[in-house]
């Protein structure tokens, strides 16, 4: 199975600040990455596919990019709305797999 | 507008059974891939079974094989999820996923908002 590692798992921040958040896959998994939001007691939503490809309807201060295995999200300038857990999750091999997650707050 | 809508989870002993179901509408389902993912409470996402379109075929996770069977229904335009032999790790919130093919790296694109299910005496 691909490991997905996450990191940090949680990281406090404030509004308008910049926020990355970093996925290492256990091999190489070219572009098979996607990233998701989840708020509490909510159902994931998906923020960006293929690593880099911004979901329809969500805002363009998330991004993604990648290096070989790392994967990075980032939302430039962080708004309350934001505050959530993000997970990446990679469709290159069966099992699907997702990072651990990552705890935004405040 | 995509909605999935899950139903069936409860309280159930260990060695029980359950059947989910996800309701499907404002697309066509028959021509997507459909998903299990669960979340145990406070834990992250893990991936339990894909169906095809068509119901042809199907994968499971290793810690669910031989347990839980997918299905689909395209007539109803409903998923299910039939679980047996049930643990304590199976408790989790379970959600229904839909892959959108042709989009790049085939992401959960629509997510339901989840059944719980607690395996518990």
């Known amino acids: 199975d691909i490991q997905m590692t996450q990191s940090p798992s949680s990281l406090s921040a404030s509004v308008g600040d910049r926020v990355t958040i970093t996925c290492r896959a256990s091999q190489s998994i070219s572009t098979y990455l996607n990233w998701y939001q989840q708020k509490p007691g909510k159902a994931p939503k998906l923020l960006i596919y293929a690593a880099s490809s911004l979901q329809s309807g969500v805002p363009s201060r998330f991004s993604g990019s990648t290096s070989g295995t790392d994967f990075t999200l980032t939302i430039s300038s962080l708004q309350p709305e934001d505050f959530a857990n993000y997970y990446c999750q990679q469709s290159y091999s069966i099992p699907w797999t997702f990072g651990q997650g990552t705890k935004v707050e405040i | 507008e995509v909605q999935l809508v899950e139903s069936g989870g409860g309280l159930v002993q260990p060695g029980g059974s359950l059947r989910l179901s996800c309701a499907a509408s404002g697309f066509t389902f028959s021509n997507y891939w459909m998903h299990w993912v669960r979340q145990a409470p406070g834990k992250g996402l893990v991936w339990v079974s894909r169906?095809?379109?068509?119901?042809?075929?199907?994968v499971y996770a290793d810690s669910v094989k031989g347990r839980f069977t997918i299905s689909r229904d395209n007539a109803k335009n409903t998923l299910y999820l039939q679980m047996h032999s049930l643990r304590a790790d199976d408790t989790a919130v379970y959600y229904c996923?839909?892959?959108?093919?042709?989009?790049?790296?085939?992401?959960?694109?629509?997510w339901g908002l989840g059944t719980p299910v607690t395996v518990s005496s």
């Open positions: 169906i095809t379109g068509d119901g042809s075929g199907t």
């Open positions: 996923a839909r892959v959108e093919l042709v989009v790049a790296a085939t992401p959960f694109d629509s």
